[in-house]
């Protein structure tokens, strides 16, 4: 099974030591997918091959890694449903075992809650942390895996319900949050314990507010919630060869791209505790950590993060981080910025040896996702748990942020015309169109974006999706299942990239032949649902909740809907999803009110089950409008819209009026930059594709 000369290959180019054809898999890939263009990831790809280690039989090479792919290491792709339950019930069998002796002092637990998330509470995460994904086999982004001694159940929410349907085993019940009927994780712990039992919590990885809200709901019912000394799912994972945590080098985001110094980030941090009476601020948030540092990494694939935590006092910011990772300009820019650097494992210690300083002076300012371990050190009466002011001076992006932004998706919008007309070109030649598979464009899109200037990765795993996959809201195509794209159905590609002046994300569907009428009339529902948001105009410090209605007009009108959000905030060249704020119909939306600065996405769309999926998505910046007090959107996205899927006597005048403003917009501002570029046969295809619609 050794690769020989592919891993001469490897060192030759990338400098590695590869001792193993496992470890190769396991470590080398994540670093070559971060650190190389996508270009030179792409051309070594099959010669990258990924272990998977089964119970019973050893080693076994699966399928190639993919630069479009999130985070294959240690993931086990499984050829039949046989070997998923052979899998997955070995892997519960040995953590029911562990629970047994898995609580305080070697006590036994009878149940234990396995989030996704890590200590930092990332919505994405290193592949050291993914403990649901190897426990579950579910591999999407968000979801609660909860085991006891004879029961097992996942909690997702609706982007997942497919996608968690096709990769659960039958050991597991899908629980769909959010859905009539479906028990809520206590209601779960209520029926399948009983009164003496234990719940067992990892504490570094469960929010205070969790812990909180389970004991309220259990301890009536004599079931207690325990923290955990060691992680049962981590000692199963030992077994199976569990991923190093990520050492990824640390650098500096020029102060020309983040536009404001660490020094004056943290006199503004500081204003806003003084405000809040709160003598010092901990920064849990890896985007966070980042915005204040103006650092970047890569510890999180297409997250240009770095592990580390912050704490923030009025004379004093302690970064806790591995600083083997940086080189002298990133200790000197901390310097300057009045930044001092311990060890990430020693914040433990740090707030224990320093919180009776702190909590003399006033409150201690913690995030809402605050892991229970963090704020154990805080005395409850002291703990100030809110918006912390590095989200929210995060979330209002300065002059030079929002510049960015728009140059980013300029230069973006490029890479996607190149490939949706590599694509038409493709289809119109009928060029070996077997080769087209979802993971293939999606690479070849991945290679456009990494030719353009400051580009720093991919932004999240590209969903390639043709047919009924795209009905898959959160699809992530894989070698040994994806489809081959076709001129039968519709196309949705959902993609961005990481650019050192901004973030994009940007989501269109196409179809490459003749689509049908209820093609058309969904399409068109979508659309003007997109429109309707996009032309609103609203009082300053309207909640996105209160906006989310606005996209779903249109197709409530005709008794559909989408089972997600419309909007999530995009950070600049960090994460592609970020608060305080968005637009949605879940709670969470009404906490945080749009102010002028912000970025959003505008993304409705519908799917049909086993049939087609439909999503159009706008980066767009929250502006003053016209009148006072009032905001609106404007758009960074500048992709034209696909005209042969729209029905255009639906649209009203006022809706068709915003589609050809908005194509002349990405006419002339995008076309300019196709002709600086010297992309004639790109300009060619975006005059077409932005013509002027009359009504026939």
Known sequence: EDVGYQQML???????????TRSFSSLSWNTLSRQSTPALAHTLHPFVLRVAHSTTTGPTIHTPARFVSRSTTNATIHND??????????????????????GPSGSSIQAFIVPTEDAHSSEY???????????????????????TTNAAALWTDGRYFLQAENELSSDWALQKAGLPGTPSQADFLIEQLSSGHVVGIDARLTSKATVSSLRSSLEPHNIEVVVVPNNPVDIVWEEYDKPLPPREPVWVLDEAFAGISVANKLRSVRQNMAQSNASALIVT?????????????????????????AVVTMDACHLFVDASRFEEPVAQHLKAGGVTVLAYNDVGRFLQEHMDEFVAQGKVWMGATCSYYIASFVPEDKQYVSVTPTNALKGVKNATELQGMRNCHIRDAVA???????????????????????????????????????????SFDTISSIGSNAAIIHYHPMPETCKTLNDQELYLVDSGGQY??????????VHFGVPNEDEKLSFTLVLRGHINLGMSKFPSGTTGRSLDSFARQALWQHGKDYRHGTGHGVGSCLNVHEGPHGISFRPGSDKCGLVAGMIVTNEPGYYEDGNYGIRIENVVIVE??????????????????????????????????????????????????????GLVEELEWLMANTEKIERS
């Open 10 to 20: 490897a060192r030759q180019v990338f400098g590695f030591l590869v001792p193993s």
């Open 81 to 102: 449903n046989n070997s998923i339950m052979e899998v997955d019930s070995a892997r519960l069998a040995k953590l029911r075992q562990v629970l047994e002796t898995a």
């Open 125 to 147: 995460i290193a592949a050291c942390d993914e403990r649901r994904k190897f426990i579950s086999g579910f591999t999407g982004s968000a979801g609660t895996a909860i085991v």
């Open 285 to 309: 948030a890896l985007d966070e950590i980042c915005w204040l540092t103006n650092l970047r990494g890569s510890d999180i694939i297409h997250n240009p993060v770095f592990m580390a935590y």
């Open 416 to 458: 996607v015309i190149q490939y949706l007309n590599w694509l038409e070109n493709r289809f119109a030649a009928k060029d070996n169109l077997e080769e087209l598979t979802e993971v293939y464009v999606a690479d070849r899109l991945a290679e456009f974006r990494s030719k353009q200037e400051h580009f720093v990765s991919l």
């Open 500 to 509: 050192k002046d901004g973030t994009t994300d940007i989501t269109r569907t």
């Open 624 to 677: 003053e409008s016209d009148i006072m007090g009032f905001l609106q959107f404007s758009n960074a996205t500048l992709i034209p819209i696909q005209r042969k899927l729209i029905l255009v006597e639906l649209l009203s005048d006022a809706e068709l009026e915003w589609l050809n403003n908005y194509h002349e917009e990405c006419r002339k501002i995008v076309g300019a930059e196709l002709q600086k570029q």
